[in-house]
T-cell receptor, first 111, second 111 residues
Framework: DAGVIQSPRHEVTEMGQEVTLRCKPI?????LFWYRQTMMRGLELLIY????????DSGMPEDRFSAKMPNASFSTLKIQPSEPRDSAVYFC?????????FGEGSWLTVV | GQQLNQSPQSMFIQEGEDVSMNCTSS?????WLWYKQDPGEGPVLLIA?????ELTSNGRLTAQFGITRKDSFLNISASIPSDVGIYFC???????????FGKGTTLSVSS
């Protein structure tokens, strides 16, 4: 079975550019999560959706970050404009509830 | 906010030794999960626990959901080099809420 699929796997972008990260959850899972991982802060929840509806976005750092889930098989996390401090690994995870399975991550570097 | 304290932060052991790590929370949790993360990859679910006192094994790994519902431990028996990685505990204190992650235990195994 296909796991959570994220793209791109790696992205290097210049400060001020827009970044869009994409996620395809595991089919049948009704919950989708976006996490950010850094050495300093570990794994932080950014936002999670249940049945395509955002439930908790309190972890979204600021207005530069936005996330959408237009249907059950696709979600995006957008950063506009990007800043060097946004450099991190961004993970998407999905689950039948909160037993969740992670994608391989999108490694973002903002220079 | 809710916090998870995971210990130890790192471990250096010899191949064949047993390993134990644990997590404690400031609140009662109703779900405990343990993940392993290899370099460059996303966290992989090892064991999920849903009931206080539950003891679950996955090969050489054993995890328990503490009776107080505020702690969990993970044991690895007869460690091997491929056990190297970062182990994360995660939990949720309320149905429908997202997982909170510990800071991780980095395991190094020398052969």
């Amino acid at each position: 079975d296909a796991g959570v699929i994220q793209s791109p796997r790696h992205e290097v972008t210049e400060m001020g550019q827009e970044v869009t990260l994409r996620c395809k959850p595991i089919s049948g899972h009704n919950s989708l999560f976006w996490y950010r991982q850094t050495m300093m802060r570990g794994l932080e929840l950014l936002i999670y959706f249940n049945n395509n509806v955002p439930i908790d976005d309190s972890g979204m750092p600021e207005d530069r970050f936005s996330a959408k889930m237009p249907n059950a098989s696709f979600s995006t996390l957008k950063i506009q404009p990007s800043e060097p401090r946004d450099s991190a690994v961004y993970f998407c995870a999905s689950g039948p509830g909160n037993t969740i399975y992670f994608g391989e991550g999108s490694w973002l570097t903002v220079v | 906010g809710q916090q998870l304290n995971q210990s130890p932060q790192s471990m250096f052991i010899q191949e064949g030794e047993d390993v134990s790590m644990n997590c404690t929370s400031s609140s009662i949790f109703n779900t405990w999960l343990w993940y392993k993360q290899d370099p460059g990859e996303g966290p992989v679910l090892l064991i999920a626990l849903y009931k206080a006192g539950e003891l679950t094994s996955n090969g050489r790994l054993t995890a328990q959901f503490g009776i107080t519902r505020k702690d969990s431990f993970l044991n690895i028996s007869a460690s091997i080099p491929s056990d190297v990685g970062i182990y994360f505990c995660a939990g949720s204190f309320l149905a429908g809420t997202a997982l909170i992650f510990g800071k991780g235990t980095t395991l190094s195994v020398s052969s």
